[in-house]
C-alpha cells in the first residue's frame, strides 16, 4: 500500500493550496480518508475527514470554511483545497487511510505560510 502526498509548498498568509494523495495498493472506495497534519513540537491533529463522495466531511475547528475535503474514487484520490491559508497552518500534512481492519499513512507534504 502506498499513499503519496504532493501540492505542498511555501505560500504566503491568504493564499491558497490544493494537496492531493493518491492511493494504491488498496480498496481505495472501502478507505475513510482524512488528512492530518503536525506542526513542529507538536502532536499530529486531525484536519479533514471523507467517507463517501457525497458524505457530509468532518473538519477540525481551525479549518472550518477555508478547507474543503473532497476524493475521487475513480482515481483513488483524495484532495485538500486550503485557502486563505494563515502562518498557524505551518505544518507536515499527512494522508491517512483506514477501515476497520487497517492504518495507513503517507510520508507527507510540508505547508510553510508565511510573508
Known amino acids: 500500500v502506498q499513499l503519496v502526498e504532493s501540492g505542498g509548498g511555501l505560500v504566503r498568509p491568504g493564499e491558497s493550496l490544493r494537496l492531493s494523495c493518491v492511493a494504491s495498493?488498496?480498496?481505495?472506495?472501502?478507505?475513510?480518508m482524512s488528512w492530518y497534519r503536525q506542526a513542529p513540537g507538536k502532536g499530529r491533529d486531525l484536519v479533514a475527514r471523507?467517507?463517501?463522495?457525497?458524505?457530509?466531511?468532518n473538519y477540525a475547528d481551525s479549518v472550518k470554511g477555508r478547507f474543503t475535503i473532497s476524493r475521487d474514487n475513480s482515481k483513488n484520490t483524495v484532495y485538500l483545497q486550503m485557502n486563505s491559508l494563515k502562518p498557524e497552518d505551518t505544518a507536515v500534512y499527512y494522508c491517512?487511510?483506514?477501515?476497520?481492519?487497517?492504518?495507513?499513512w503517507g510520508q507527507g507534504t510540508q505547508v510553510t505560510v508565511s510573508s
Open positions: 495498493g488498496l480498496t481505495f472506495g472501502s478507505y475513510v
Open positions: 491517512d487511510a483506514r477501515n476497520t481492519n487497517y492504518a495507513y
Open positions: 471523507i467517507f463517501n463522495p457525497g458524505d457530509s466531511p
